[in-house]
């Protein structure tokens, strides 16, 4: 199985700062079809988790613009511009390249 | 919008068989897409059990292989999951997600709310 691995496990931020979370896999995530299936979820508390960005830096449907991925191969990272109090809640990498499907540990974002 | 809703018991006895199903609305279940289940233990990580294609083609979680079957009524506009052998470790919250595009390897773009399973006698 793919190892998604994410840094920091915990992120403390001030509200209207910004927020950085890396992840990386034990292999490279790009597909033979030339797509590289890297994905990020967010999960308020109580809530199932949505879709953020698909394919390393793509915003999903109402995703607003301050989330944004970047990354290649082994190595990626989300973004978040300027941190709002609705962004709390633990945001995960997910890989869908290689079956089984596998998620990082999650990072845990919480306002100072 | 596609909308996706789980049901089912929400105790099931140790050594018994999890069932779950997971209601479409807003798209058809033979769309070009394929039908993920998710679970995530209190307090935890998330953890893919596997996929249904509309097709019936499965791919499952290795881990769990053994253990799961699941199946599609494209009458109902649903899909189901399956777990034999349950045991405490298999308490979580249980989510179906649609994975985008024919190739099972999508993201996955629409989830259902969840539906809490606890294993217990």
């Known amino acids: 199985d793919i190892v998604m691995t994410q840094t920091p496990l915990s992120s403390p931020v001030t509200l209207g700062q910004p927020a950085s979370i890396s992840c990386r896999s034990s292999?490279?995530?790009?597909?033979?079809?030339?797509?590289?299936?890297l994905s990020w979820l967010q999960q308020r508390p109580g809530q199932p988790p949505r879709l953020l960005i698909y394919?390393?830096?793509n915003r999903f449907s109402g995703v607003p613009d301050r989330f944004s991925g970047s990354g290649a191969g082994t190595d990626f990272t989300l973004k978040i511009s300027r941190v709002e109090a609705e962004d709390v809640g633990v945001y995960y990498c997910t890989q869908g390249t290689q079956f089984p499907h596998t998620f990082g540990q999650g990072t845990k974002l919480e306002i100072k | 919008q596609v909308q996706l809703q789980e049901s089912g018991p929400g105790l099931v006895k140790p050594s018994g068989t999890l069932s779950l199903t997971c209601a479409v609305s807003g798209g058809s279940i033979s769309s070009n897409n394929w039908w993920n289940w998710v679970r995530q233990p209190p307090g935890k990580g998330l953890e893919w059990i596997g996929q249904i294609y509309h097709s019936g083609s499965t791919n499952y979680n290795p881990s769990l292989k053994s253990r799961v079957t699941m199946s599609v009524d494209k009458s109902k506009n649903q899909f189901s999951l399956n777990l034999s052998s349950v045991t405490a470790a298999d308490t979580a919250v249980y989510y179906c997600a649609r994975a985008f595009g024919g190739s099972g390897h999508g993201d996955l773009d629409y989830w259902g709310q969840g539906t809490l399973v606890t294993v217990s006698s």
């Open positions: 394919k390393i830096s």
């Open positions: 292999q490279s995530l790009v597909h033979s079809d030339g797509n590289t299936y």
